[in-house]
């Protein structure tokens, strides 16, 4: 539990350690790389240069060992662009407030927009393995929430309404450019679960049943932190597995499929913030 105060200071010195390291006044776009999505990188900014996150101030340690984690720097059409590559997880033990810290970072960096990228399971049967999904609406079911980490005084910035889940507009362009990139593109919900287990049968056409099209271990926490920080955000699912097939999902399947899927994604990624005003 922390005041938000306390967690907006964090979060500014934070963002002015990397804007002074990047040579920045202030980001335009921030992005946050899903698992198995680093290929992405390469496409957005092939020249981009990487800061450890373990030397930004206030950032959460990683708990799961061999994971590449840093930041990385650019310029992209104009626009100033970061991504993280590593993400922070709720089946690491954290707490979502601190899985949310990148958004706050992104808040404080001056970010115009927060661009989220996932992994995902399909639960809506029309989605195939190597398709994308716009995340238009979430469905909390990780059983905590970060604002209930967030200690404030003000009931406007505790009871925060959450529609849209995310950006319409800019996640209509998106779209756009990742079918230019060749990727079958489909929206939908999102549901976001603690992990690390995959799901049971059983839980599957529970969730499905209310109406989640896709499913994964992160992202609710950042969607959340960007709400209390008025960042306008969007997320894109990779569909990695599709959750109602006989085969058991596992861990390098998601991977291997992300990997494939992530040089496109990348590409659309990189097209769209040229394209920003
Ligand atoms: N379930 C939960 N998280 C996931 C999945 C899944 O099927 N695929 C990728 N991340």
Same mark, same amino acid.
């Given at each position: 539990? !922390?005041?938000?105060?306390?967690?907006?200071?964090?979060?500014?010195?934070?963002?002015?350690?990397?804007?002074?390291?990047?040579?920045?006044?202030?980001?335009? !776009?921030?992005?946050?790389?899903?698992?198995?999505?680093?290929?992405?990188?390469?496409?957005?900014?092939?020249? &981009?240069? /990487? #800061?450890? +996150?373990?030397?930004?101030?206030?950032?959460?340690?990683?708990?799961?060992?061999? *994971? &590449?984690?840093?930041? #990385?720097?650019?310029?992209?059409?104009?626009?100033?662009?970061?991504?993280?590559?590593? $993400?922070? @997880?709720?089946?690491?033990? *954290?707490?979502?407030? %601190?899985?949310?810290?990148?958004?706050?970072?992104?808040? =404080?960096?001056?970010?115009?927009?927060?661009?989220?990228?996932?992994?995902?399971? &399909?639960?809506?049967?029309?989605?195939?393995?190597?398709?994308? +999904?716009?995340?238009?609406?979430?469905?909390?079911?990780?059983?905590?929430?970060?604002?209930?980490?967030?200690?404030?005084?003000?009931?406007?910035?505790?009871?925060?309404?959450?529609?849209?889940?995310?950006?319409?507009?800019?996640?209509?362009?998106? =779209? $756009?450019?990742?079918?230019?990139?060749?990727?079958?593109?489909? !929206?939908?919900?999102? #549901?976001?679960?603690?992990?690390?287990?995959?799901? %049971?049968?059983?839980?599957?056409?529970?969730?499905?049943?209310?109406?989640?099209?896709?499913?994964?271990?992160?992202?609710?926490?950042?969607? %959340?932190?960007?709400?209390?920080?008025?960042?306008?955000?969007?997320?894109?699912?990779?569909?990695?597995?599709?959750?109602?097939?006989?085969?058991?999902?596992? @861990?390098?399947?998601?991977?291997?499929?992300?990997?494939?899927?992530?040089?496109?994604?990348?590409?659309?990624?990189? /097209? @769209?913030?040229?394209?920003?005003?």
């Amino acid at each position: 539990m !922390q005041h938000r105060t306390d967690y907006w200071e964090k979060a500014q010195q934070a963002a002015n350690f990397l804007l002074e390291h990047a040579g920045m006044e202030a980001v335009s !776009q921030f992005v946050q790389c899903g698992s198995g999505l680093h290929s992405l990188i390469e496409a957005v900014l092939p020249d &981009g240069k /990487r #800061i450890p +996150m373990e030397d930004i101030p206030h950032f959460p340690p990683s708990r799961v060992p061999g *994971h &590449g984690r840093e930041l #990385i720097h650019g310029t992209v059409g104009g626009h100033k662009v970061m991504i993280l590559a590593g $993400r922070i @997880h709720l089946y690491e033990g *954290h707490d979502p407030l %601190t899985a949310g810290f990148p958004a706050a970072l992104a808040s =404080a960096c001056g970010a115009q927009g927060f661009i989220l990228t996932n992994a995902a399971g &399909g639960l809506n049967q029309h989605f195939s393995q190597g398709s994308v +999904m716009m995340i238009t609406d979430f469905i909390n079911f990780q059983g905590d929430n970060a604002l209930a980490h967030l200690l404030t005084e003000d009931a406007g910035q505790r009871f925060i309404d959450p529609k849209p889940a995310t950006d319409p507009r800019v996640s209509t362009a998106l =779209a $756009r450019q990742l079918q230019r990139a060749g990727l079958s593109v489909n !929206q939908g919900t999102y #549901i976001g679960v603690r992990g690390p287990i995959y799901e %049971t049968r059983a839980e599957l056409a529970m969730m499905r049943s209310w109406g989640a099209d896709a499913i994964g271990m992160s992202t609710i926490p950042e969607l %959340t932190v960007c709400h209390a920080f008025g960042l306008p955000a969007v997320g894109v699912s990779v569909i990695t597995n599709e959750c109602f097939k006989e085969a058991p999902v596992s @861990h390098t399947e998601v991977v291997d499929i992300g990997a494939q899927v992530s040089p496109r994604l990348g590409q659309a990624i990189r /097209r @769209h913030i040229e394209e920003l005003p």
